[in-house]
């Protein structure tokens, strides 16, 4: 196995503002947005919990700043002489803003329990947070019983928490089942993740459902709706591993029909005698042209 290279130095730099070279800069009306006040106030009131990302320069006094304007322009205006970065080692030119664009679910999960293990009480979380107590909680209890497995596959996502809650129900051999259908279908929300849930067989479950009133053949049902599910997954994968072929094969052949029709007897041939053949092959021709441009 290859070496895996690290992205970032462990120990962070503390380097003064002076030092530090924006490669954006934040439009003005970001500091009225609701994100920069909350930022800020938690700024304030905890500290920075993650340092700013930034790559040397050839001047060995001055440093970019790849990742963390925000951070950066709050700590400046605090009054921050020192600011914690953490610098880049990756010798690849890597535009980190580009990558980054919302906060995942998970990594979320792990900064909050970070500051509480920093010894930040939940309280005080909440308020720089600016929200309610009781999600914190749901955000720091939020991995308790997802098997690792689940971790993996939605750590770089931004979902709902409301969706662990459920997966939590499930036992682990399910919950890898159920978060590998919602990321193959592209579908990872509450509403499907409880459709998942309500099909589950009740031996694959660690908290059973609340017996409510039964109605008329709804096992039939359930089941029905499972083996549709399973054969929707089925066919979408089958699609899925055939597609490129597909595609290579649909370009080939509609190259192939072009210099086909460019040849003036034979084009003269097919609109005499195949009409209609010959419409299909221009109507092909040009639908593909329409998709290129």
């Given at each position: 196995m290859g070496r895996v290279n690290i992205a970032f130095q462990f120990e962070p730099l503390y380097l003064s503002p002076d030092q530090l070279l924006i490669s954006k800069a934040i439009l003005k009306s970001t500091v009225y947005t609701k994100k920069y006040r909350q930022i800020e106030a938690s700024v304030r009131d905890i500290g920075i919990i993650e340092p700013i990302s930034v790559a040397a320069t050839n001047n060995k006094k001055q440093y970019i700043l790849l990742d963390g304007h925000i951070r950066f322009e709050i700590l400046k205006e605090?009054?921050?002489?020192?600011?914690?970065?953490?610098?880049?080692?990756?010798?690849?030119?890597?535009?980190?803003?580009?990558?980054?664009?919302?906060?995942?679910?998970?990594?979320?999960?792990?900064?909050?329990?970070?500051?509480?293990?920093?010894?930040?009480?939940?309280?005080?979380?909440?308020?720089?947070?600016?929200?309610?107590?009781?999600?914190?909680?749901?955000?720091?209890?939020?991995?308790?019983?997802?098997?690792?497995?689940?971790?993996?596959?939605?750590?770089?996502?931004?979902?709902?928490?409301?969706?662990?809650?459920?997966?939590?129900?499930?036992?682990?051999?399910?919950?890898?089942?159920?978060?590998?259908?919602?990321?193959?279908?592209?579908?990872?929300?509450?509403?499907?993740?409880?459709?998942?849930?309500?099909?589950?067989?009740?031996?694959?479950?660690?908290?059973?459902?609340?017996?409510?009133?039964?109605?008329?053949?709804?096992?039939?049902?359930?089941?029905?709706?499972?083996?549709?599910?399973?054969?929707?997954?089925?066919?979408?994968?089958a699609i899925e591993q055939s597609y490129a072929q597909d595609t290579l094969n649909l370009v080939l052949a509609i190259g192939y029909l072009t210099k086909l029709v460019a040849n003036t007897n034979v084009k003269n041939y097919l609109a005499k005698n195949h009409t209609d053949i010959f419409s299909g092959f221009e109507a092909l021709i040009k639908t593909n042209s329409v998709e290129i441009s």
């Open positions: 605090l009054g921050y002489t020192k600011i914690p970065c953490l610098l880049s080692v990756d010798d690849e030119n890597y535009t980190y803003n580009k990558q980054i664009n919302r906060l995942a679910t998970i990594q979320e999960h792990y900064m909050i329990r970070r500051a509480i293990d920093q010894g930040v009480n939940e309280e005080r979380l909440a308020k720089a947070l600016n929200i309610d107590i009781k999600l914190i909680r749901t955000k720091v209890n939020l991995l308790n019983g997802i098997c690792q497995e689940v971790i993996n596959l939605l750590k770089n996502r931004e979902i709902s928490p409301n969706i662990f809650s459920i997966l939590k129900k499930m036992k682990t051999l399910r919950q890898i089942e159920c978060t590998e259908l919602m990321l193959s279908l592209n579908n990872l929300t509450v509403t499907y993740a409880k459709a998942l849930l309500m099909t589950t067989d009740p031996s694959q479950l660690l908290v059973l459902p609340k017996q409510t009133k039964k109605i008329e053949n709804s096992a039939e049902v359930i089941q029905k709706i499972e083996n549709d599910r399973a054969n929707l997954h089925l066919q979408y994968k």
